[in-house]
């Protein structure tokens, strides 16, 4: 096609064009209607044009003719037919941007687009699938304007039979020259293939493209082809046959577009895996993946040593947990990459695992990794040099630190050629003790004994071999006389002084009052500095700890901030070494502190002492109060002596001070620290200086240790309520208890407090830390614990209150049989109750709400793993059931049912776990079949294969709105939840008919929540079923049962027109609706439940056979009779002779002038509007009229309703004539006026 505008004939429009589209669009014809009078000139004749031939499709796919017209006229129309001699798959191409333009198309079934805007046609426009499949036959495409618009266009009608072939692997590279036309590709496919298709290039213009499967259903789009991030990789496909892929361009980008892809099949690669062994592959195409599989025989704990820098690379692991590492780049899998934040360690239980690895997008490429096991470490033992080199820079090597337990060691980098290196440690438990970090020096305790790991990380991004070396020193003097003191004059208990600050470092100095001192701090230097001793007593849990000590502050400028006095916890802070920084305010993790404190912060003097445990201030003493005239920076030495008592529920804390020359004096006296179990200490000092500056000096320093026998901490029970009070805030209850397995506990707060916590100590040492109890469980939180064996602590803290809680143990849940219903009470409302029950991994159940009565409650369900399966969800209601849900793993699943914290007196509730399994059976259609859902959950799945394309209709034949029928078949989900009680697709304009294309299909019967009940419903086939009904001839027939339907069918000829007729009627509720031969509603469903109830004349459009559907309610019981009659009508033409009566009575009569008029009451004379019936004009109107012809009281003579103008003219008016001979005149003009005359 050229795409010339048409030839002019006249100045008249009349227009036609016409084309054969070779062997499937027969015709194209093109005209115009005459334009409007008002537009015509005076002199005007009828003109003829020949036909024109116009190319719509070619031969060659991308050789498509546009097609390009326009509208001249307001109002005017074009049109084109053509005709199919086949069904075809046709896609409109705008190329016009114009919303003030549309098209419309119809044909042999009607309309196939109503109007659709030619901006709104295709492309990100057009949502959804934009493909006709119309039928052979006779088309129309109208293109018409909104209002007054006029203006060119153009388009193109695409036959997606002759798209392009797409090859796979093959790149495509094109130029769309009009950048809003569309291009057409197609491709082959069987279901469950996986494609990527790779965008190459891109220029110009705005273009979108969208996948169709072999029914047009959109896969997807349209979506942006703009970059080569635009890439789409699919997933596996639904259906085998033929795909199209459309590339359209933006109908308002008519510029030119280019652009370049490729089709490629992914293929996985399935791989073994050698663990510890370097594995390199190469991902071929885009979207491929490698499956590497290994199986572990025992538990494991693994690695993933990346090789390849790429945030492109991706790996995920899947094993008998499930996911456990998901999508994770090479680029951030170990080293300083991974961060801290992620534990690299993989602790894997034995069984099947997948490690899987994709690259993004379109990238395809080289790769490498290890898998490395914790077993192959290197030994590593303290105080040995480690001289070595990574080969590539990127690897990771593994070392193993054998640890008694408390050693504070120093990881010492002794060199390192490219400073890119990590290390990381881990300790026995497999949790971070530091790292990743740069290879500098890191000081450290080793808590535990036992194996840790040192991970010497290659940073992945590293392109040069690295030599390192460095030793692990364990930083503790060793005290092997076993000294308590330290006099600083003969040899004594170890220590090691630090300056934090860079003020000279602790040293001893000559010249004290009984020999050498320590000068701790000295006044000429601010900062703060440190002391550690090493412990007397290595792991002794103290019954009593005395520390005794000289000290002298000494102001240089004043006197400095004062000095602290801390008991290490040396299980965090190790058996000897470095002490922590900290200074008078001694508020060290883990650990009891006295400050001397000689500056006064708004505390209660500048000569006080404060008492500190685990980083809090406890309390304050005035020791200008306490010991009158004694000055803590008097610039003597003064003896203090620390008394740490453990009693029941804590530690008591004695405090004496004894001036220099002075007597001692007690200044605390049993002060109670809560909640402070006796540790493992050692003694550490500090002194710090700021602007004002003092020496701060130490001397004969002892520690006494007394085992005793240590008070119990309360023992902790578990499955029982523990309940308890806080006197104060500072308050700390601790209970105990011991497992000898390992178990899984769940934490029951029975307490609301948003200012009370709990914490958790054990082998591993901290296990929860100041959880508030308030967001433990129920909706606010979850405490489940996975314990190994050992000796744990739970510490109550916070404000001061009374609490309860209760320690359950999962493995003592009550044991559940699903299927039962249980009906249980929370006692108290704010408790759990626990319920266990073994499942096989893809059994599902119904989680069923049976009863609810008070309060706030909330489930959830736990898999074999302790993983949440779902939940926590609410179930104050019946409804709030959980739908059927599949379990993923073989095991033990735990149901845990949860009072809300807020909770008071009492919560009762109901529920069933309802086991289930599907129920399939061959359908047989055309037959009623009938079932029973009998548990929640169930659902029954009806089978059948139609060998042929079919049209059925579902005929429910249940009332219950409660079971829902789902229908699935080669082109997927076709119907989806309909409820039986409107078993098909309801509302006039829809199609109840279920188009089928041949193929195996599953119908399923489901309830909503759970319900459960019986059900009936029928598939049928219209054709085979239909009742052959002879238009004229009345029809009475019984509905039995009286919910089922009757397929009525007759023959037409396209332009018949039918009157349909309710002759009788008898029972129940019935509906009708006509189909026309397409299946498509023509009128109905409505009521015929009245003989008045009747269609009127109604004109037949198609020609074929029309389905009339006469439906019982599906609420209907027994029997319903009905009659009806399709009643051809055929109009006569009978001409009028004045003076002559016509129709079925004489309407010519005699008058009082002559002839008269008889009229029925429902017949009338118009006369056309017209200037002379204006009131503002002289009228007269003369009519004689038999009033006793009528008996109604008012009758209207004459109506004029032309409706007001803007200037008041046209009024309307009526001149009325009553039976009693009165005459009345109404006006409007707006408003009401009226006038009544006798």
């Excluded at 295709?122 to 934009?130: F, G, K, L, V």
């Excluded at 971070?432 to 194996?451: E, I, K, M, Q, R």
């Excluded at 008996?1191 to 004029?1200: E, H, R, V």
Aim: overall charge negative.
């Amino acid at each position: 096609m050229d795409g010339s505008r048409p030839r002019r004939r006249s100045k008249g429009k009349g227009r036609s064009r016409s084309g054969w589209i070779f062997d499937r669009l027969q015709a194209l014809r093109r005209w115009s209607p005459p334009a409007p009078v008002d537009a015509r000139p005076e002199r005007h004749r009828l003109q003829f044009e020949a036909l024109e031939p116009r190319v719509l499709l070619a031969a060659d796919p991308f050789v498509v003719a546009t097609v390009s017209g326009s509208l001249d006229l307001a109002g005017e129309t074009d049109q084109y037919t053509f005709t199919l001699d086949e069904p075809a798959r046709i896609v409109f191409d705008s190329l016009t941007n114009r919303v003030d333009l549309a098209w419309s198309l119809t044909g042999p079934d009607g309309a196939a687009v109503a109007v659709r805007s030619f901006s709104a046609s295709d492309s990100a426009e057009a949502p959804e699938s934009p493909v006709l499949e119309l039928a052979a036959g006779q088309y129309s495409l109208t293109v018409d304007g909104t209002a007054d618009a006029t203006g060119d266009y153009s388009f193109r009608l695409l036959d997606l039979a002759k798209a392009a072939e797409l090859p796979e692997g093959v790149a495509q590279a094109e130029t769309l020259e009009a950048g809003n036309e569309t291009r057409v590709y197609r491709f082959d496919a069987n279901a469950g293939d996986r494609f990527f298709i790779d965008v190459t290039s891109r220029e110009g213009g705005d273009l979108q493209w969208r996948l169709l499967d072999p029914f047009d259903q959109q896969v997807f789009g349209p979506a942006y082809m703009n970059a080569s991030s635009d890439d789409r990789e699919l997933a596996p496909l639904p259906f085998t046959g033929t795909y199209t892929l459309l590339i359209e361009g933006r109908v308002s980008r008519p510029e030119p577009a280019s652009y370049g892809f490729t089709l490629h099949r992914i293929e996985d690669a399935s791989l073994p895996l050698v663990v510890g062994a370097t594995t390199a592959a190469e991902i071929a195409s885009p979207g491929q993946r490698h499956v590497y599989s290994f199986t572990l025989a025992t538990d494991a704990r693994l690695l993933f040593d990346s090789l390849t820098y790429s945030y492109n690379f991706r790996w995920t692991l899947t094993g008998p947990r499930g996911a456990i590492v998901t999508d994770r780049t090479f680029n951030g899998s170990d080293s300083a990459d991974l961060g801290s934040s992620f534990n690299p360690l993989l602790e894997l239980p034995a069984g099947e695992y997948t490690l899987t690895v994709d690259a993004a997008a379109d990238v395809t490429g080289s790769y490498g990794f290890r898998l490395l096991d914790l077993q192959a470490a290197t030994p590593l033992a303290l105080g040995e040099t480690v001289s070595t080199s990574l080969p590539t820079g990127r690897e990771t090597l593994i070392y193993r630190i054998s640890a008694a337990g408390r050693e504070r060691a120093l990881f010492d980098l002794i060199s390192e050629s490219r400073d890119t290196v990590s290390w990381r440690l881990l300790d026995p438990y497999g949790r971070t003790v530091f790292g990743p970090s740069n290879t500098a020096d890191v000081l450290c305790t080793l808590s535990y004994t036992g194996s840790y790991v040192l991970l010497i990380e290659g940073r992945v991004s590293e392109t040069n071999p690295v030599d390192f070396s460095f030793r692990v020193l364990d930083t503790a003097p060793a005290n092997p006389s076993g000294y308590t003191s330290q006099d600083f004059d003969d040899p004594g208990l170890p220590w090691v002084g630090r300056a934090h600050d860079g003020a000279p470092v602790p040293a001893v100095t000559a010249g004290g009052p009984t020999g050498s001192f320590l000068r701790l701090l000295s006044g000429d230097a601010s900062g703060i500095n440190t002391v550690g001793f090493t412990a007397t007593h290595p792991g002794v849990l103290p019954a009593t700890a005395t520390l005794q000590f000289d000290f002298r502050i000494t102001g240089v400028n004043l006197s400095g901030d004062g000095m602290g006095v801390a008991w290490l916890d040396t299980a965090i802070w190790g058996n000897g070494g470095e002490a922590p920084s900290f200074h008078e305010e001694v508020n060290v993790t883990g650990s009891f502190g006295i400050g001397l404190d000689v500056y006064n912060n708004g505390e209660v003097s500048d000569n006080h002492l404060s008492l500190h445990f685990d980083g809090v201030r406890l309390a304050d003493f005035d020791l200008n109060v306490l010991i009158p005239g004694f000055q803590l920076d008097n610039g003597l030495f003064n003896h203090a002596r620390i008394v740490l008592q453990a009693v029941e529920g804590g530690t008591t804390v004695s405090v004496y001070l004894t001036p220099n020359g002075g007597a001692e004096t007690q200044v605390v006296a049993d002060y109670l620290v809560g909640g402070m179990a006796p540790y493992a200490g050692r003694l550490a000092f500090a002194g710090r200086n700021g602007w004002a500056r003092g020496h701060q000096d130490l001397d004969n320093v002892s520690v006494a240790v007394t085992t005793g026998t240590l008070p119990e901490v309360p023992a902790l029970a578990l499955n029982t309520t523990v309940s308890g009070t806080l006197a104060t805030s500072t308050e700390r209850d601790s209970y105990a208890f011991t497992l000898t397995e390992t178990k899984r506990l769940y934490f029951d707060s029975l307490t609301s407090q948003g200012n009370l916590n709990w914490t958790l100590t054990g082998p591993q040492g901290p296990v929860v830390s100041s959880r508030w109890f308030d967001y433990s469980d129920s909706a606010d939180g979850l405490s489940l614990l996975d314990l190994p064996p050992g000796d744990y602590v739970l510490r109550v803290t916070g404000a001061a209150t009374a609490y309860s809680f209760r320690l359950l143990e999962l493995a003592s849940a009550t044991v559940y049989a699903p299927g039962t219903p249980e009906f249980r009470t929370l006692t108290p409302a704010n408790s759990t109750d626990l319920f266990r029950f073994d499942a096989e991994a893809g059994q599902r159940f119904f989680f069923d709400v049976t009863a609810r009565v008070g309060g706030d409650v909330y489930w959830r369900l736990l898999d074999p793993f302790g993983r949440v399966v779902f939940g926590p969800g609410n179930i104050n209601n019946v409804w709030q059931d959980v739908d059927v849900t599949t379990l993923a793993m073989t095991g033990t699943y735990t149901l845990l049912v949860e009072g809300r914290r807020s909770n008071t007196g009492t919560v009762s509730y109901g529920f069933n776990v309802w086991p289930v399994s599907d129920d399939t059976t061959e359908l047989v259609l055309d037959t009623q079949t009938s079932g029973s859902i009998s548990q929640p959950g169930q659902r029954d799945l009806y089978t059948f294969t139609l060998a042929e394309d079919r049209r059925l209709y579902f005929d429910s034949l249940s009332g219950y709105d409660r079971p829902l029928w789902t229908l699935v078949g080669p082109r997927g989900t076709v119907v989806a939840s309909q409820s039986f009680a409107y078993g098909e697709p309801v509302g006039a304009g829809t199609n109840p008919l279920l188009d089928l294309p041949a193929g195996d299909y599953t119908l399923i019967v489901d309830t909503a929540g759970d319900a459960t009940g019986d059900y009936s419903f029928a598939l049928r086939d219209p054709v085979s079923s239909a009742i052959a009904l002879t238009p004229g001839t009345p029809i009475e027939r019984t509905l039995t049962p009286a919910n089922s339907l009757d397929f009525l069918s007759f023959e037409v000829t396209a332009g018949q027109r039918f009157f349909f007729d309710v002759t009788a009627r008898d029972g129940g509720s019935v509906q009708w609706r006509l189909l026309d031969p397409q299946g498509r509603t023509v009128f109905g469903p409505w009521n015929i439940n009245n003989v008045w109830d009747q269609v009127e004349t109604t004109t037949l459009t198609q020609t074929g056979t029309y389905t009339l559907l006469v439906m019982g309610s599906s609420y209907n019981t027994g029997t319903v009779s009905y009659g009806l009659n399709v009643q051809p009508v055929n109009d006569r033409t009978v001409a009028i002779v004045p003076g002559e009566s016509s129709g079925n009575e004489p309407q010519w009569v005699s008058g009082r002038c002559d002839g008269g008029i008889r009229l029925n009451g429902q017949q009338y004379f118009e006369l056309p509007q017209s200037a002379s019936l204006d009131l503002t004009r002289a009228l007269t109107l003369e009519a004689w009229v038999q009033v006793e012809r009528f008996d109604s009281t008012w009758t209207p003579l004459f109506f004029k309703g032309s409706g007001i103008g803007n200037d008041g003219s046209g009024r309307s008016w009526t001149v009325w004539l009553h039976s009693n001979g009165m005459i009345g005149i109404g006006s409007s003009d707006g408003g009401q006026q009226w006038l009544q005359t006798a």
